[in-house]
């Protein structure tokens, strides 16, 4: 794996469990998306940013970090491009991120595949 992309996927996934928006926002895409696949929903950057500075705020921010049975890394032709599965020990849901390199990696998507 990409070692600037493992980095960063480790730095932006810090920042979602500490409530850090301002560095969550750094390294989504501004097209960023959380699409729950389950619930037919789709959560954009600007809903996901007021609701965890809220519930920072308020301190319940408390998001709970799953156990990964494995991930599953597959780059593009040119490598600009990665999409990570991820599947969680337990209960077997299954999480998918897709990066995109430009002058960073950013995330672009993330999404709660149904089971």
Known sequence: MDSQLEEIREIWANAFYRGDYDVLRHYEHEDFKVVFEQEGRVESSYLRYDRIAHAVENGVWKPHKPEV????????????????????????????????????????????LKS
């Open 69 to 112: 049975e494995y991930e599953e890394f597959e780059y593009n032709e040119d490598q600009t491009e990665c999409r990570i599965l991820i599947e969680i020990e337990g209960n077997k849901q299954r999480i998918q991120e897709i990066w995109r390199l430009g002058d960073e990696w950013k995330i672009v998507e993330l999404r709660f």
